[in-house]
């Protein structure tokens, strides 16, 4: 009963500001909408709303809210599955969306103007485009094209003066020729220019989604056809636009491109990146955690050699890199603590039965051993070792295997060839052995 009273005693007390409304289409593909505050460090939770028959809801938003971007999250994954929105404290935010035409903001003058305006310079791009395309020569026709897109940025700025939106239509300020100059020419100054506009210490645009997206297009969208050496020069091009006295989001933002590159199975352009600038950054602002993830990622990369590990066993004691007899060696990370492993095991031990030229080597991840010590015994022919410690140990560490069962396939020499996801994976990498 104390409980309910307390509450009814404060809840007189909150004071609701504006709200974010919202209809999605079509109603049955959804169910709630999730509100958050989005900050450089993450997202808050606010409150969430549940859509009527007609896919509507409506959340109340704390005359206390501070203005800034939120985020609404209408399906899982939530961090595909989400939109950011300019919330200045005073307006109510209304907006209709669907898969297929995403959002369209029909309440809020913040939200409203930095969509008309991406719309805007949409057009003079593709006008600017087209002008290239068809002759690229005439002087007169340059300078009046430029003349709309200078006028058509001074406008939005104007308009945006005061506004939330104004650190976007600012930061995204293309670069205008005062002369001529060809395509070619043009093209060389839109790159060197690209960032020079952006204030990477913005609140508002290290909480946004803005300069994930103008970093990914610069490096991803900017170049026709790039190979690695390309890449490698748009990425040095990114670490430098940021100045150093913004390092947490220099590293974020450099992981992102460690994330899309090791997403694209490009061992060698993420390990790049964590070479030359990610593993530095990682370590400067003591982020242990992101340090030891891209660390185990490069010792883990397809092509590299496993990492060294002893094997100890009642026999005998030994390494990795001494084991000696087969073509290929299957390492599984496993723990008999684990369902799915005691589950995949015997498959594994079904699986390679027929294969005289690939030998198992079973590493336990355990807290202590007694029940690893009567598994193994259901897999004579498996090489046993035994990682005390479970995910703290540190071969599991330099491994970074996070998962068990975690498989990994080595050749004769202990190069790593395959990282199988899941025991369906391993069957299609093992069926030609």
Request: proline share 4%; net charge negative; hydrophobic share 35%.
């Amino acid at each position: 009963m104390k409980k309910l009273v307390t509450f009814l005693f404060i809840f007189p007390l909150i004071a609701f500001g504006q709200s974010v409304k919202g209809t999605f289409y079509p109603a049955e593909d959804f169910t709630y909408a999730f509100l958050y505050e989005a900050t450089p460090e993450g997202a808050n939770y606010v409150s969430h709303g549940e859509l009527n028959t007609e896919g509507q809801f409506e959340i109340k938003i704390d005359s206390s809210a501070a203005p800034g971007i939120y985020k609404i999250v209408y399906a899982t994954p939530p961090e595909e599955n989400n939109f950011d929105f300019i919330y200045d404290g005073k307006e109510t935010v209304v907006f209709k969306f669907s898969q297929e035409n995403g959002v369209e903001f029909t309440e809020s003058e913040e939200n409203k103007l930095w969509t008309s305006y991406l719309k805007s310079m949409d057009m003079v791009n593709q006008t600017i485009s087209n002008y290239y395309q068809k002759d690229g020569k005439d002087k007169k026709g340059f300078n009046a094209v430029f003349k709309v897109l200078k006028d058509t940025q001074t406008s939005y700025e104007s308009l945006a003066s005061g506004r939330l939106a104004s650190a976007f239509i600012t930061a995204n300020r293309p670069y205008i020729p005062s002369n001529y100059e060809d395509y070619n020419t043009y093209s060389k100054n839109v790159k060197k220019h690209y960032f020079s506009q952006i204030d990477f210490s913005n609140y508002i645009l290290q909480s946004s989604t803005f300069l994930i997206d103008r970093v990914v297009s610069y490096v991803f969208n900017l170049v026709e056809k790039p190979n690695n050496n390309t890449y490698k020069v748009l990425i040095d091009d990114v670490y430098n636009a940021i100045d150093n006295k913004d390092l947490a989001i220099k590293t974020y933002l450099l992981e992102m491109l460690w994330q899309r590159f090791v997403t694209a199975e490009n061992n060698d352009l993420a390990n790049y990146i964590t070479d030359k600038y990610l593993l530095n950054l990682a370590n400067t602002s003591g982020n242990k955690v992101l340090a030891e993830t891209i660390t185990s990622y490069k010792n883990t990369s397809i092509g590299t050699k496993a990492p060294n590990f002893e094997i100890a066993s009642s026999k005998n004691t030994t390494r990795l890199h001494d084991l000696k007899g087969a073509t290929y060696y299957l390492l599984v990370f496993w723990s008999s603590t684990c369902g799915h492993c005691l589950n995949e095991l015997p498959m594994v031990k079904e699986l390679v039965a027929s294969k005289n030229n690939i030998k198992v080597v079973a590493f336990g991840l355990e807290e202590e051993p007694s029940k690893w010590t009567e598994e193994i015994k259901k897999y004579p022919n498996f090489v046993h070792t035994v990682g005390l410690g479970k995910w703290d140990n540190p071969v599991v560490k330099t491994y970074g295997v996070a998962a068990t069962p975690t498989y990994f396939l080595l050749s004769s020499d202990k190069t790593i060839i395959a990282k199988p996801y899941d025991y369906e994976a391993l069957e299609v990498v093992l069926k030609d052995l």
